[in-house]
């Protein structure tokens, strides 16, 4: 019958054009996928498919930051954890290829347990009318740890001649920097202030001018590699050690090689922590010359990006050293600052540290 015969053509047809159109998707290895990093040629891979993002990039709803974040990298779980489960058929738009082997772990499909849960807290968000991403009352916090911030510093200068009020308000001024890095710098590094970019991004900022360390090397970091990547050995930054038949300043890990001085660690790794946030803001440095952060990569910062990095950090030092100069001699100076930064990093070292390596925490292989 003719009617049957066109039928049959059309099929036919079809099923050639879609034969062509998969014959001729480009296969990508990870290491060509990251090179495909800017604003304008941005790739993304998930769960093996590569998708070409760069007309989206300024659209998408989360923002361009987001979005670049990500452009070169496999972002399975971090698209997993940020969007619902539909919104992967907007990325199926910008198909162009298979990716064919694998920079990082590759994790299983989700589980439906994960997919349930994740529905129900999205639900109990929507049924009680809560937006996950604005509560007032964190800017109250923020607020309160600013003041408390440079209350604190406006107090050890005003009374730097008091040896008691002095330690007592370089305490405070190391434990109030603390609680900002753990609320201002955390919440905006999973842009999670707001619905608004520039709103995140003014929060984040405190951070860079403020701390003196990069909020674009953190969020990295904590973003790309920890949360996706949590105690994974080789692959979360955060319990990075020398290789496993190197010798390293501590022992957190059972594939480390054992040294005796290890008996001792206890002993000298919490005076060593007192310095974590002095090798945090001089590793920027390195990480943001070197584009990586352990097994993490970065993506080549922007103009913009790179004029917060370095008027951060100049910012920070004016806050810290230079200000403080003109009131106080520079053995105060010094000192109080000595106390400040070993207050604010062994706090932060105890908060991550405790996270990862207690005996209660799992080592995922």
């Known amino acids: 019958m003719p009617g049957g015969g066109e039928e049959e053509t059309e099929e036919t047809s079809t099923t050639l054009s879609k034969d062509k159109r998969e014959n001729s998707m480009r296969t990508f290895t990870w290491r060509e996928l990251s090179r495909l990093n800017s604003r304008h040629n941005a790739h993304v891979a998930y769960r093996g498919k590569v998708y070409d993002v760069s007309g989206f990039v300024a659209r998408h709803p989360g923002g361009v930051d987001q979005i670049l974040l990500g452009a070169g990298h496999d972002i399975t779980k971090v698209f ?172 957190i890990k059972l594939n480390q090689h054992w040294l005796p001085r290890y008996f001792y660690q206890h002993i000298y790794i919490p005076i060593l922590y007192c310095f974590l946030g002095i090798k945090t803001r001089l590793q920027d440095f390195h990480i943001l010359f070197t584009l990586r952060n352990s097994n993490i990569r970065l993506n080549p910062p922007t103009t913009t990006q790179w004029l917060v990095i370095l008027c951060g950090k100049m910012t920070h030092l004016t806050i810290r050293f230079i200000i403080p100069y003109q009131f106080m001699p520079l053995t105060s100076l010094l000192l109080y600052n000595g106390i400040a930064e070993m207050a604010v990093s062994y706090w932060l070292a105890l908060i991550f540290q405790t996270s990862h390596v207690i005996s209660e925490v799992e080592w995922p292989k």
């Open 80 to 251: 997993e954890s940020y969007h619902k489960e539909e919104i992967v058929n907007v990325l199926e738009k910008f198909y162009v290829g298979e990716l064919v082997d694998n920079e990082m772990p590759v994790f299983p499909k989700t589980s439906e347990f994960y997919i349930t849960l994740k529905k129900r807290v999205d639900n109990y968000f929507k049924s009680n009318n809560i937006d996950p991403k604005v509560d007032y009352w964190m800017f109250v916090r923020y607020a309160a740890f600013l003041t408390l911030t440079f209350t604190s510093w406006y107090c050890l200068i005003l009374f730097h001649t008091s040896w008691v009020l002095g330690l007592f308000f370089s305490v405070m001024w190391g434990f109030s920097s603390a609680l900002v890095a753990m609320t201002c710098m955390h919440d905006s590094s999973h842009f999670a202030v707001t619905h608004k970019p520039w709103v995140w991004k003014l929060v984040g900022s405190v951070h860079d001018f403020y701390n003196g360390a990069s909020i674009h090397v953190w969020r990295y970091q904590h973003v790309l590699g920890h949360h996706p990547f949590t105690n994974i050995d080789g692959a979360d930054p955060d319990i990075v050690t020398a290789a496993a038949e190197a010798p390293d300043i501590r022992r």
